[in-house]
């Protein structure tokens, strides 16, 4: 079986900055896609997905409950809350990506490694 080259670090920067964008709207779809098939070409890359994977499954669970919420009204103020900070905290992830960064989640679960 033939090895598989690495990742150019150009590659390596557009993989991470759209699996950090897909976050908000397909949840951990984007982060898994990259991580099954880029994450043995990059350590840096690895990395990174494991972050973005880490946070996918927090929004996740977030989304969920805020939703689960909505029967006691608070839930009405959450899911608008989780989704517009979701939004912002992968901008700047895909920022930092797009320079070449590895970046944390201010809040974020610890669970792919």
């Known amino acids: 079986m033939a090895q598989t080259p690495p990742l150019s670090q150009g590659d390596e ?3 991470a900055t759209l ?3 897909s976050i908000p709207v397909f ?3 984007g982060p898994t896609i990259v991580w099954f ?3 043995r070409r990059s350590a840096w890359l690895r990395e990174s997905m494991a972050e973005a994977l880490n946070f996918a499954i927090l929004y996740t669970i977030a989304q969920v409950v805020s939703t689960l919420l ?3 009204l608070i839930g009405v103020v959450l899911v608008p809350l989780v989704g517009i900070a979701a939004v912002i905290v992968c901008i700047l992830a895909a920022m930092a990506a797009h320079r070449g960064e590895l970046y944390r989640y201010p809040v974020n ?3 792919v490694r």
Request: aromatic letters at 16%.
């Open 19 to 21: 699996a950090h964008l």
């Open 70 to 72: 909505v029967v006691i």
């Open 27 to 29: 949840g951990f779809v």
């Open 37 to 39: 098939g880029f994450a």
């Open 109 to 111: 679960l610890r669970i």
């Open 13 to 15: 920067r557009l993989w």
